[in-house]
């Protein structure tokens, strides 16, 4: 995707070498990381917990879960970023660059729809560190892969997630690394119209099992709204971005996940949905370019 160089004003933050964030404990693999999908979801509130999230805390190795609780931690500060601005760590590597890039296109293309509709837009942050880092939701670690945390309107992002995405998972390219901001940043939105909040409220009245099934909802509308994005900047697209953006949505569906992890699938434990699911909800918003059209939930929410 042929994306302008970001706008120097966006609002971001570099925790990168600021030495940052909680302690883990040793995980103890797949199992033990889906066992903890529920809690990292309820105390999370708003699930930012998108793409990656989907990846790694499925897959054990050598991945550690966060110590402590979640909520309550430190939010990043000014100072963590060395006094920094935008212009200094977007430009840090290609990989920052890129997330910046996507950030900035997604701020000036929602800024834009929301103005349209008479509503007020709030630009969210977008929030670098590398391995452990600290948000306004408590501890980051890279672990958990790209988040949104509510709390502070923060986009977290560890950029060897990007590397990660392309050499385990097969999904390469400039597209799947947008896709996974605009998917974030579709989170935000999500925060903006206050779907979130309605969601949350409804988890802490459902059973885990319907708990998961809204998770699911809240996920896909958000790669639909990613889909939006890409649609309303159809002319800066290549002929293979879909082909990529399809790519990293088959690879990070919760089935396609649990066959290749614990070798069975358990529909009531999905959070973020099928790879079909995703695939279908992310072309949808590219081939509308209408947030409307993102309706995931079917009434669910009154």
Not at 149 to 156: A, F, L
Not at 162 to 191: C, K, M, P, T
Not at 249 to 265: F, H, M, N, P, S
Request: hydrophobic letters at 35%.
């Amino acid at each position: 995707m042929r994306l302008d160089d970001f706008d120097p004003n966006i609002n971001v933050e570099d925790q990168r070498g600021s030495g940052g964030g909680f302690g883990g404990f040793g995980g103890g693999g797949g199992g033990l990381l889906l066992a903890f999908l529920p809690m990292i979801f309820s105390r999370f509130g708003c699930f930012g917990v998108a793409i990656a999230a989907g990846l790694f805390l499925v897959f054990g190795g050598g991945l550690q879960m966060l110590g402590g609780g979640m909520p309550g931690g430190s939010t990043a500060s000014t100072e963590a970023s060395g006094g920094r601005g935008a212009a200094a760590s977007c430009t840090v590597d290609a990989a920052s660059k890129a997330a910046c890039n996507a950030f900035s296109s997604a701020d000036r293309t929602w800024e834009a729809m929301f103005a349209q509709n008479g509503k007020r837009f709030q630009q969210p942050k977008l929030v670098f560190y590398s391995g452990n880092g600290q948000s306004g939701c408590g501890a980051a670690q890279s672990a958990m892969g790209p988040f949104y945390c509510p709390s502070d309107e923060g986009i977290y992002l560890d950029t060897s997630f990007f590397q990660e995405l392309a050499q385990r998972f097969g999904a390469s390219g400039d597209f799947a690394q947008d896709y996974v901001i605009a998917h974030e940043f579709g989170h935000h939105i999500q925060n903006l119209l206050g779907t979130s909040d309605r969601v949350a409220s409804l988890q802490r009245r459902s059973s885990e099992t319907d708990g998961n099934k809204l998770s699911v909802m809240l996920e896909l509308q958000a790669d639909c709204f990613a889909g939006v994005w890409a649609a309303k900047n159809r002319d800066r697209m290549d002929p293979d971005d879909l082909g990529e953006g399809m790519t990293a949505a088959k690879a990070i569906g919760d089935d396609t996940l649990q066959r290749e992890t614990q070798g069975r699938v358990v529909p009531d434990s999905f959070t973020h949905g099928t790879s079909e699911q995703r695939m279908t909800w992310l072309k949808r918003g590219i081939d509308s370019g209408d947030p409307a059209q993102c309706d995931t939930f079917a009434g669910a929410l009154g």
